[in-house]
C-alpha cells in the first residue's frame, strides 16, 4: 500500500461524510489541518434511528482538540469494521509482515497563520503556545503512527492493544511561536519483539519570505507496547530502515535501549553522601517545602478507543501541576525546558480516582544564568474507601527561569532531600535522566 505523494486536506465534517475523512487519514502522508467545520452534535442526535457504531465512536472525541480528534478518528475506524480485523492466530508469526519507516511516516500541519480559532486554543496568557495541549497532540500522533505500523500488510487491523509505555528525551530546542504555522511528524524508527519507538519532531517555518526555511523546534521519543486482551505482550511487525538517516535513529534507539539496561544494572545507593553533602547551608530548601498536589475522578469523555484514559490526557494534567509547582517555587512564570521521562506503568480507568503529587525533586544551580527546576510528578490510583493506592504514572519535567528575571536579582534555591528515601529517589533521578 503506497502512500500518496501529494498531502491531503483534512477537515471535520459532518457524519455523511466521515467515513470518507477517516479513510483519507489513514492513507495519507500528510494532514494540512485547519479547524473551518466542526462536528454538530445535535445533527448526530436528532434522528435516532440513523445513530450507528460509527456515530457512537465518534462521541469518545467530542471533546478534544480538533487535531487529535482527526488522528483519533484515523486509528478509531480500524475497529469500526469489525469484519476487517485480523484475529490474533494460534502462530502469531502468520499475520506480521516487515515495513519500512516511511510506510507510518505521519505529519500533521497547524493553520496557526490564518485560523484564529485553532490558534487561540493553543496560545498560553503568555502569548506562547501550551505545551501541555501540545503533549496531548504528540502521544495522539505516535499512538496512529504505531497503530499503522501494526496493521496487517493490507492495512487491516490485528486485534492487538497498543499502550504507551514511557516518554523520554522531550526536548525543547527553539522557542515555539503561536503566529505562525507548525508542523508534527514522525515514523517508527525501531522495534523491538513486542516493543516500538516512535521518533517525533516539532517544527516550525521562519515567516520571512525570502528565507522561508524549516527547523525543528522539538524532538520527542515515545515507547509503545502490543499487548492482547489478556494484557500479554505480542509480536509485531519487524522494520527495515531503507536510507542512511533511517539506520542512523535505529542504530541510536537501539543503543538507548541497551543503556537503559545498563544503569539499571549499575544503580548505586549515595544517599547517605547526599544527605551529609547538604546539611548545613543556609540557601537550601527542604524538598517537602516544595510540595503541591490535586486529585480528580476520571471522566468517560477523557477515555480512548480501549475504553481507559487518553495517556495523552494524563501527561497534560502533570504538565499543569509541574508548571504550577517550578511557577510557586521560583516565583516567577518558568520556562519549559524538556520531559526528561515519562513511565507508564498501571492503564487508569473511567472512574478511577487519580490524585497526583508533585515537587522540586532537585535543581541545577551551577549555571548562575540558566539554572535547572527539576520536577517529579507521581500519579496514584486512589481506592479511598480502601485507603489503597497504586502508581499509576511518574513523570519528569525540566524547566527554566526568564533570563530577564535573573538580571532581576532572582535566585534560584537548592533543593535538598530531607530524609534517605528522598535522597535515593533523587540520586536515581540524577543518574537516570542527568548523570
Known amino acids: 500500500m503506497k502512500l500518496p505523494k501529494k498531502p491531503l486536506k483534512c477537515y471535520h465534517f ?6 470518507k475523512v477517516v479513510s483519507s487519514i489513514l492513507t495519507s502522508q500528510s494532514i494540512h489541518f485547519s479547524q473551518t467545520r466542526q462536528y454538530s452534535t445535535a445533527s448526530t442526535i436528532s434522528d435516532p434511528s440513523s445513530i450507528t457504531t460509527i456515530n457512537t465512536n465518534l462521541l469518545l472525541f467530542m471533546n478534544h482538540s480538533p487535531v487529535k480528534n482527526a488522528l483519533w478518528e484515523a486509528r478509531s475506524s480500524i475497529f469500526w469494521n469489525y469484519s476487517s480485523i485480523v484475529p490474533l492466530a494460534s502462530s502469531i508469526d502468520d499475520h506480521l509482515v516487515v515495513k519500512t519507516p516511511s510506510r507510518s511516516r505521519t505529519s500533521v500541519v497547524y493553520k496557526f497563520s490564518s485560523d484564529f480559532e485553532l490558534r487561540e486554543r493553543y496560545r498560553n496568557p503568555m502569548n506562547q503556545i501550551r505545551i501541555e495541549k501540545l503533549l496531548e497532540d504528540l502521544d495522539a500522533l505516535a499512538g496512529t503512527i504505531s497503530y499503522k505500523h501494526c496493521s496487517s500488510d493490507d492495512g487491516k487491523a490485528r486485534s492487538l492493544i497498543l499502550v504507551t509505555a514511557s516518554v523520554e528525551n522531550m526536548i525543547l530546542k527553539k522557542t515555539i511561536c503561536i503566529d505562525n504555522d507548525l508542523t508534527i511528524e514522525g515514523a517508527v524508527t525501531w522495534v523491538g519483539c513486542s516493543s516500538l519507538e516512535i ?40 522494520i527495515l530502515p531503507q536510507n542512511e538517516k533511517e539506520k542512523h535513529l535505529w542504530e541510536e534507539a537501539e543503543e538507548r535501549n541497551k ?36 486529585s480528580l ?47 507508564f506503568l498501571k492503564p487508569v480507568d473511567v472512574g478511577d480516582f487519580l490524585h497526583f503529587k508533585s515537587c522540586v525533586i532537585y535543581t541545577q544551580v551551577e549555571n548562575s544564568s540558566r539554572p535547572l527546576i527539576n520536577v517529579e510528578v507521581v500519579a496514584h490510583v486512589t481506592q479511598p474507601q480502601d485507603l489503597s493506592s ?28 530531607g530524609t534517605e528515601e528522598e535522597a535515593r529517589r533523587v540520586m536515581d533521578v540524577r543518574d537516570t535522566f542527568h548523570p
Not at 459532518?14 to 467515513?19: C, I, P, R, T, Y
Not at 537503559?260 to 544494572?265: F, S, V, W
Not at 533570563?403 to 537548592?414: A, C, E, T, V
Open 14 to 19: 459532518f457524519k455523511h461524510e466521515e467515513k
Open 199 to 238: 521518533q517525533l519532531e516539532v517544527k516550525q517555518s521562519t515567516p520571512e519570505p525570502t528565507n522561508s526555511t524549516e527547523s525543528v523546534s522539538l524532538t520527542a521519543s515515545f515507547t509503545f507496547v502490543a499487548k492482547d486482551k489478556t494484557g500479554k505482550s505480542v509480536k509485531i511487525n519487524q
Open 259 to 294: 543503556m537503559r539496561k545498563k544503569k539499571k544494572e549499575e544503580k548505586k545507593d549515595n544517599s547517605n553522601e547526599l544527605l551529609l553533602a547538604n546539611k548545613d547551608n543556609n540557601n537550601n530548601i527542604l524538598i517537602k517545602e516544595t510540595c503541591l498536589q490535586n
Open 297 to 343: 475522578v476520571c471522566q468517560p469523555e477523557k477515555n480512548n478507543i480501549h475504553g481507559q484514559i487518553f495517556g495523552g490526557y494524563l501527561m497534560r494534567k502533570a504538565y499543569e501541576l509541574a508548571y504550577a509547582t517550578a511557577y510557586s517555587f521560583a516565583r516567577t512564570p518558568p520556562c519549559f525546558v524538556e520531559v526528561d521521562h515519562v513511565d
Open 390 to 417: 497504586e502508581v499509576s504514572n511518574n513523570f519528569y519535567f525540566t524547566f527554566t527561569v526568564p533570563s530577564d528575571s535573573l538580571r532581576n536579582g532572582l535566585k534560584i534555591r537548592n533543593v535538598v532531600p
